[in-house]
Structures are given as structure tokens and as C-alpha cells.
């Protein structure tokens, strides 16, 4: 699972992979008052998108919360589409931390229809095979969101660890 305190509420958050297929996960979420005891929500939080570059395999979500924003709950997640196996990194957002999370731009609202860190293009980079596990942080006193994440090239099954900023969520 990924832990998220919501620096606003002091609530505590679980998100966790699930799934009812193997190929078809969702993303689900527990709250918690204390940290101790736990309440699952009944439906999944985020689920696969159909016919899309994130129809499958839909994973390791990282939560974080930027001030602000339209919808201020962001969560970063791996996925692949139904056919091919390179997992790339898509982004979700919500406007309260159970949900639901959906493919919209926390500052505007707009559709996302891709990945926002897909595999690199260059097959010399380091992370041109895939990008996965996400973990993100959000500084306040740059506004930048911080983000590392696995990569590995195409040929290799070494997975690195790599490290991105955005400064527009």
C-alpha cells in the first residue's frame, strides 16, 4: 500500500492495488483516523480504461495533495494497455482523497489521454523499456512535485531508480 496523511485534516489514507482478474486491477483506499484502525472504501478508487493506454494492470498509486489546485488530490499510478507490456506512468486526480480519482488535470480539469511519464523514445535511455512505481512527494516552498520512479531500458531487466520534477502538478 501507499500511506497518505492529509496534511488539511490529519486523516490518514491506504491505496492498494485489488483486482477481481488478474489483468483487470482497480485502486482501492482505506481511511483511518487514527492510523490504527481502518475502514475500506466499497468501490475502487480509480479502475482500468478501457481501449486505452491504461487498460491494464493499473498499480502502485502515490497520493499527494497540491494546494490550490482544482482538484488537489493527485495520484500518480503505472498501467499498460491491453496489448504489450511496457508500463508507463499516468496521473489522476481527485477532489477529496476517497475518490473517485479520475484522468483529469488537477489544475484545469482537462482530459490526460496519455501517460505523463511514458518510456523514453531514445532506446540508449536508461528508462526507454518502461516507467513504474511511482513515488511522489509535493514541496511547498518550491511548489515542485517530486517524483522517483523505476525505469529500465528495453534490453535489460535491471530496474533503476530515477528522479523527475513538474512545477505544474
Same mark, same amino acid.
Given at each position: $500500500? /501507499?500511506?497518505?496523511?492529509?496534511?488539511?485534516?490529519?486523516?490518514?489514507? =491506504?491505496?492498494?492495488?485489488?483486482?477481481?482478474?488478474?489483468?483487470?486491477?482497480?485502486?482501492?483506499?482505506?481511511?483511518?483516523?487514527?492510523?490504527? /484502525?481502518? &475502514? *475500506?472504501?466499497?468501490?475502487?478508487?480509480?479502475?482500468?480504461?478501457?481501449?486505452?493506454?491504461?487498460?491494464?494492470?493499473?498499480?502502485?498509486?502515490?497520493?499527494?495533495?497540491?494546494?490550490?489546485? =482544482?482538484? $488537489?488530490?493527485?495520484? =500518480?499510478?503505472?498501467? %499498460? $494497455?491491453?496489448?504489450? @507490456?511496457?508500463?508507463?506512468?499516468? +496521473?489522476?486526480?481527485?477532489?477529496?482523497?476517497?475518490?473517485?480519482?479520475?484522468?483529469?488535470? *488537477?489544475?484545469?480539469?482537462?482530459?490526460?489521454?496519455?501517460?505523463?511519464? *511514458?518510456? /523514453?523514445?531514445?532506446?540508449?535511455?536508461?528508462?526507454?523499456? %518502461? &516507467?513504474?512505481?511511482?513515488?511522489?512527494?509535493?514541496?511547498?516552498? /518550491?511548489?515542485?512535485?517530486? +517524483?522517483?520512479?523505476?525505469?529500465? &531500458?528495453?534490453?535489460?531487466?535491471?530496474?533503476?531508480?530515477?528522479?523527475? &520534477?513538474? @512545477?505544474?502538478?
Amino acid at each position: $500500500p /501507499s500511506y497518505f496523511a492529509d496534511p488539511d485534516t490529519g486523516l490518514h489514507y =491506504l491505496y492498494y492495488r485489488g483486482h477481481h482478474q488478474q489483468e483487470l486491477q482497480a485502486i482501492g483506499v482505506s481511511s483511518s483516523v487514527d492510523g490504527q /484502525s481502518w &475502514t *475500506p472504501a466499497p468501490e475502487p478508487v480509480l479502475g482500468a480504461n478501457p481501449g486505452q493506454w491504461d487498460h491494464q494492470n493499473v498499480s502502485n498509486p502515490t497520493v499527494i495533495k497540491v494546494p490550490g489546485a =482544482l482538484r $488537489p488530490y493527485v495520484m =500518480l499510478y503505472h498501467a %499498460r $494497455p491491453e496489448s504489450g @507490456a511496457v508500463r508507463e506512468i499516468g +496521473l489522476a486526480s481527485a477532489a477529496d482523497p476517497l475518490g473517485p480519482f479520475e484522468r483529469l488535470d *488537477p489544475l484545469s480539469g482537462a482530459a490526460i489521454t496519455a501517460p505523463v511519464l *511514458p518510456a /523514453s523514445a531514445n532506446p540508449s535511455y536508461l528508462d526507454s523499456g %518502461r &516507467t513504474l512505481h511511482p513515488s511522489a512527494r509535493y514541496d511547498a516552498d /518550491s511548489g515542485l512535485v517530486h +517524483l522517483w520512479y523505476n525505469g529500465r &531500458t528495453a534490453a535489460s531487466s535491471v530496474l533503476r531508480i530515477f528522479h523527475a &520534477t513538474s @512545477a505544474d502538478a
